[in-house]
């Protein structure tokens, strides 16, 4: 969180001392101010003009705070409004000076005449917004002069009704919920960039400067500037229901090909010597199946089928289903975590919880399929979560934050020399395969690629072990017939 700087924080505590505050409200009304600076220091908005209040508390509304927390923000950073438009000339020249190093606004973009239309209706908004303030201080009431309309290209516009839509949007698509999480994240920046534009009023040329900003002022790698891109052009066809055009005079950030991390098989082995139950079983789930951390996870009692020997992935990346072989050296573990899984299972149904969490709308069609065997998860967690709307306990699976750095752990402990995280067993699996001349058409089925090119990047893992050297095949037989 971006830290209140030294003087607005001594000259704000001191001027709630002064209105002779009740201790409890200086301490909350200081917080709020906390977060509102943070806030408009990551979105780029003003802190000392009343639109980037309206931005706020339109912020806490999407996050579901209460009436009665809004009303305290608002009051809060109403009294940082009432400070700097009372102080005496010298602290107003400090507060200038700390909001002029504090903020670097973005205005490379704008024109003058449109800046100043919005200073003018900004300078009506805030003689409004500390009206009634005045009122309470006692001091002298000047009649406030009537507010100009912003045009609809100014800054300072909401957009809880685009972050509502594309949250819809990106639910009735069932895609995953790390989607819905990047492309809010890039839209909210977007906004930020944007000063919260009218968004019937953003532009091609929004978009190119935006993009150009990434790779120029932020730096970002190829693969988020590619990411922001997709975002957008989901924002403008699926949301605001414009066409987005052909994107020219971008510049990109530089793509440099990737080689994925490979562990050989005494490095693996090092590190599952450093790893405890269970996430030591998940990972060689991860080595031996070539699964994603989250597909790991996800495993329910269902998915294991030891008679036949296959394991079912439901509902991987792009809600693709695939099967892969069970390694037969871990099924004694295996059956093992299944009989401590149905142990706590039976625990649970003692004790009356409410079931497991299941995917999409299925409790809604099968009443009872929570509390059901087959759907309790593979890996569950050790503890029950409480779903507060319901005000039930549930069971999760355990946490990918919990093997995620139970592995940096054991890297670190084992003294591995390579970057290797949860994804690194997934890279080996594919390359051990391809280097025991395994078809590359059958990694991609057990990787569950839709695009062999994805697959093809683990060939540049191995040695080549190809003969340069063109040569027809009908030059073969009497190569070896001059041998013989």
């Not at 100009?148 to 698509?173: A, C, D, H, T, Y």
Request: charged share 25%; glycine share 4%.
């Amino acid at each position: 969180m971006q830290k209140l700087p030294g003087d607005l924080n001594r000259n704000f505590t001191q001027y709630l001392v002064d209105r002779k505050l009740p201790k409890p409200d200086q301490y909350f009304f200081t917080k709020w101010l906390r977060y509102y600076w943070d806030f408009c220091y990551k979105y780029h908005h003003d802190p000392f003009l009343p639109p980037s209040l309206r931005l706020f508390l339109g912020k806490l509304q999407e996050k579901k705070q209460s009436i009665e927390q809004q009303n305290q923000a608002r009051l809060a950073i109403n009294l940082l409004y009432e400070m700097n438009s009372r102080s005496p000339t010298p602290s107003k020249q400090n507060t200038v000076a700390i909001k002029t190093n504090s903020y670097q606004i973005q205005n490379n973009n704008k024109k003058a005449d449109n800046d100043s239309a919005v200073k003018a209706s900004d300078k009506s908004d805030h003689k409004i917004a500390t009206h009634d303030s005045a009122q309470v201080s006692g001091t002298p009431q000047l009649k406030p002069e009537p507010a100009r309309q912003n045009p609809p290209e100014s800054s300072g516009q909401s957009w809880i009704p685009v972050f509502e839509q594309l949250e819809n949007e990106i639910k009735r698509r069932h895609y995953s919920p790390k989607t819905f999480k990047a492309y809010r994240t890039w839209t909210r920046q977007f906004q930020g960039y944007t000063k919260s534009k009218y968004c019937q009023h953003l532009c091609q040329q929004d978009v190119i400067d935006f993009l150009t900003w990434l790779a120029v002022e932020r730096k970002v790698s190829a693969s988020s500037q590619n990411q922001a891109f997709n975002a957008l052009l989901f924002l403008f066809k699926q949301i605001l229901k414009k066409e987005f055009g052909e994107i020219k005079g971008v510049t990109r950030a530089k793509r440099k090909p990737y080689i994925p991390v490979v562990l050989s098989r005494d490095e693996i082995n090092l590190i599952l010597d450093h790893l405890d139950a269970p996430v030591n079983l998940v990972v060689k789930l991860l080595y031996g199946c070539g699964l994603r951390i989250s597909e790991g996870l996800n495993l329910r009692i269902h998915n294991f089928n030891f008679d036949t020997g296959i394991l079912t992935i439901h509902d991987g990346k792009g809600k693709k289903d695939r099967t892969v072989p069970i390694p037969q050296s871990i099924v004694p573990e295996l059956q093992g975590q299944l009989q401590k899984t149905t142990v706590l299972y039976e625990a649970d149904l003692k004790a009356n919880f409410a079931g497991t969490f299941l995917p999409d709308q299925l409790e809604t069609k099968y009443k009872n399929a929570p509390k059901e065997y087959i759907w309790q998860w593979f890996f569950p967690a050790p503890t029950l979560t409480l779903v507060a709307e319901k005000m039930e306990y549930r069971r999760y699976h355990l946490h990918e934050t919990v093997v995620q750095k139970a592995i940096k752990k054991a890297v670190n402990s084992a003294h591995i020399m390579k970057r290797a995280s949860s994804h690194t067993f997934r890279h080996s699996f594919a390359s051990h395969l391809l280097q025991e001349n395994y078809d590359i058409r059958t990694i991609q089925e057990l990787l569950g690629h839709s695009d062999i090119r994805t697959t093809m990047k683990y060939t540049h893992t191995l040695q080549s072990r190809t003969i340069k050297q063109a040569k027809s095949p009908l030059d073969f037989t009497s190569d070896r017939e001059k041998g013989g």
